[in-house]
Each structure stands twice: as structure tokens, then as C-alpha cells.
């Protein structure tokens, strides 16, 4: 069974930046639909951001222009780069994958068979 970690979280003022990192066990899923969701206690979780087996990314509208996703097939390594972050944005944020061709639905992301145990993400105001 894959096993993603997650890294790269923290505490950030607003208007800052991190970069969260999904390292991916088995590097056959790097290549298929990856993505990143996030969830506030007492709330539903979110997709943030997926790119699928094409490259093709998607996002969230809360988190569009601010947000990156990317991935480095070499290293079995998932990434989601955060600029201009808002207190809106503090959660758990968790990657997940599925071994899925073609659409990686942002909607579908919290859905996906395989995910991390998080990193917690703290914007202060």
C-alpha cells in the first residue's frame, strides 16, 4: 500500500509563504492524479489543489493565483507552494492520490483511496 508523509508545515504570518512537501512511497502513483485538500476542525475538508496524470492542474478558487502545485517525478515528490497566506487558510492540509487517468477533480480530492497524516498550517493575522 503507498504511504505519503507530508512535511513543511507550520506557523506563518499573513501574507507569508510556506512550501509543503508529500514524499510518495511508491513512485507509480507521482505519475497519476495527486492532490492536495485540507481540513479545520468542525469543518468540512476542502480540496486545495490536484494535477493529473496529463500535468494539468486545478485549484480551488480560494486558493487560486496564490497557490502552486507541482510535482518532481524523480524524487516520488508531491509539492504545494503557499504565497500571500490568509488566516483562512490554517488547517490540516493532507495529499492523496488514486491511481486515476485523465480529470483529478479538486472537489473529489478529500475523497481519494490514499493520504498522508497531515501537516498543520497556522496563518496568524
Known amino acids: 500500500q503507498v504511504q505519503l508523509v507530508e512535511s513543511g508545515g507550520g506557523s506563518v504570518q499573513a501574507g507569508g509563504s510556506l512550501r509543503l512537501s508529500c514524499g510518495v512511497s511508491?513512485?507509480?502513483?507521482?505519475?497519476?492524479?495527486m492532490a492536495w485538500f485540507r481540513q479545520v476542525p468542525g469543518e468540512r475538508r476542502e480540496g486545495v489543489a490536484t494535477i493529473d496524470s496529463d500535468g494539468r492542474t486545478r485549484y480551488a478558487d480560494s486558493v487560486k493565483e496564490r497557490f502552486t502545485i507541482s510535482r518532481d517525478t524523480a524524487k516520488s515528490t508531491l509539492y504545494l507552494q503557499m504565497d500571500f497566506l490568509k488566516p483562512e487558510d490554517s488547517g490540516t492540509y493532507y495529499c492523496?492520490?488514486?491511481?486515476?487517468?485523465?480529470?483529478?477533480?479538486?472537489?473529489?480530492?478529500?475523497?481519494?483511496?490514499?493520504r498522508g497524516q497531515g501537516t498543520q498550517v497556522t496563518v496568524s493575522s
Open positions: 492523496a492520490t488514486d491511481m486515476i487517468l485523465g480529470t483529478c477533480s479538486v472537489i473529489a480530492a478529500p475523497s481519494l483511496t490514499y
Open positions: 511508491d513512485d507509480t502513483y507521482i505519475t497519476y492524479c
